[in-house]
C-alpha cells in the first residue's frame, strides 16, 4: 500500500500539468450531461403538452356530442337520430380549415424547403396527423344536408378533434425541427435550393433564368424532398408566369405637310404626282424625285 501511494505521488509529481486537461474533459463531459439532461427535461415537458391537448380535446368533443344529443331531437322534426345540419357544418368548416393549413404547406415549395419535416411521412408526428387526416376525410359526410346519425356524427366529431390536435402537434415538431435531421452537405443544399426558388418566381427575371432556376431547384431537392405531384404544378405555374411586356408608347400623329416656300398650292381637282424636293445647293438632278 506504501508503494502504491509513493508511486502515485511520484507520478503526480512528474506529471503534475495532466490536472489541467483532465479538468477540461471533466467540465466537457458535465455540461453534455447537462444539456442532455435539458433536452430530456423539454422533451418530458413537451409530452405533457401534447398529452394535456389531446386530453382536451376530448374533452370538448365529449361536451359537443352531448349538445348534439340535446339539440338534436329539438331541432329536427324526424327522429332523436338524426343530428342538426349547423353542427355537420360546423365540423365541416373545421374539417377544411386544417386541410387548407397543411395545404399551405404541402403546395408552397418554399415552406417545404423550410420545415421539411412537414411532407416527411418517416417523422411519427407527420405520420400520426396523415393517418388522423385518412380517417377524417373518410368519416366525413358527402354534404352538410344529408341525415346522419348520432353514432356517425360522433365518430366524426372524434376523428375532426384528432385531426385538428394532430397537426399543431405535426406543426410545431416541423417548425421545432427544421432543416437539423439533414446532414451539413444536406443543408447546404436546401439553401441553394431556397436562393434558386426565388429567382425561378421573380417577375423581373428573364424566362430563362427562370426556366434555369427551377431545373436547378429540382436537381438540389432530388434525393432530399419528395414534392407532390400538385406542389410541382404550382410551382412551374409560377415559373412560366407571362412576364409584364414593357409599355409602348402611341404612335405620333401624322404631321399636316405644310407647303414649300417655293411651291403653289395644289388645286383639288388636279392629280397628285409624286413628291418633289427643291434641289439643294449643288445638285444637278433638276429637282428630280428621290
Same mark, same amino acid.
Given at each position: ?16 500539468? &495532466? ?25 418530458? !415537458? ?5 398529452? *394535456? ?10 361536451? $359537443?356530442?352531448?349538445? *348534439?344529443?340535446? #339539440? ?30 397543411? !395545404?399551405?404547406?404541402? !403546395? ?16 411519427? $408526428?407527420?405520420?400520426?396527423? !396523415? ?8 368519416? #366525413? ?84 424532398? &419528395? ?30 405637310? $405644310? ?32
Amino acid at each position: 500500500m506504501d508503494e502504491f501511494i509513493q508511486g502515485f505521488w511520484n507520478f503526480a509529481q512528474h506529471y503534475w500539468w &495532466l490536472i489541467f486537461p483532465i479538468m477540461a474533459m471533466g467540465g466537457g463531459a458535465a455540461k453534455a450531461w447537462e444539456q442532455g439532461s435539458k433536452r430530456r427535461h423539454e422533451r418530458r !415537458l413537451e409530452t405533457l403538452r401534447m398529452k *394535456a391537448q389531446l386530453k382536451t380535446a376530448e374533452i370538448e368533443a365529449r361536451a $359537443l356530442t352531448q349538445q *348534439a344529443k340535446r #339539440r338534436g331531437p329539438s331541432l329536427v322534426d324526424t327522429t332523436a337520430s338524426v343530428v342538426p345540419n349547423d353542427l355537420v357544418a360546423r365540423l365541416f368548416a373545421e374539417h377544411d380549415e386544417i386541410t387548407a393549413r397543411w !395545404l399551405d404547406y404541402e !403546395l408552397d415549395v418554399a415552406k417545404l424547403i423550410a420545415f421539411p419535416a412537414m411532407s416527411d411521412g418517416r417523422q411519427p $408526428l407527420t405520420a400520426a396527423f !396523415l393517418r388522423a387526416k385518412k380517417t377524417a376525410d373518410a368519416l #366525413r359526410p358527402a354534404s352538410a344536408e344529408v341525415k346522419v346519425s348520432e353514432q356517425q356524427i360522433t365518430e366524426y366529431l372524434q376523428a375532426v378533434g384528432d385531426y385538428a390536435v394532430a397537426f399543431e402537434i405535426a406543426e410545431k415538431d416541423a417548425r421545432r425541427l427544421r432543416d437539423s435531421t439533414f446532414t451539413a452537405p444536406e443543408r447546404k443544399r436546401l439553401e441553394r435550393a431556397q436562393q434558386l426558388l426565388k429567382v425561378a418566381v421573380d417577375e423581373s427575371a428573364t424566362q430563362a433564368e427562370r426556366n434555369v432556376a427551377y431545373k436547378r431547384v429540382r436537381e438540389e431537392l432530388d434525393g432530399l424532398i &419528395l414534392l407532390s405531384d400538385d406542389a410541382v404544378t404550382v410551382l412551374e405555374k409560377q415559373v412560366a408566369k407571362e412576364i409584364s411586356a414593357p409599355e409602348t408608347t402611341a404612335p405620333e400623329p401624322e404631321r399636316m405637310r $405644310l407647303p414649300l416656300r417655293d411651291e403653289k398650292p395644289r388645286d383639288a381637282n388636279t392629280p397628285a404626282g409624286p413628291a418633289r424636293i427643291p434641289p439643294l445647293p449643288g445638285d444637278d438632278d433638276g429637282g428630280m424625285p428621290r
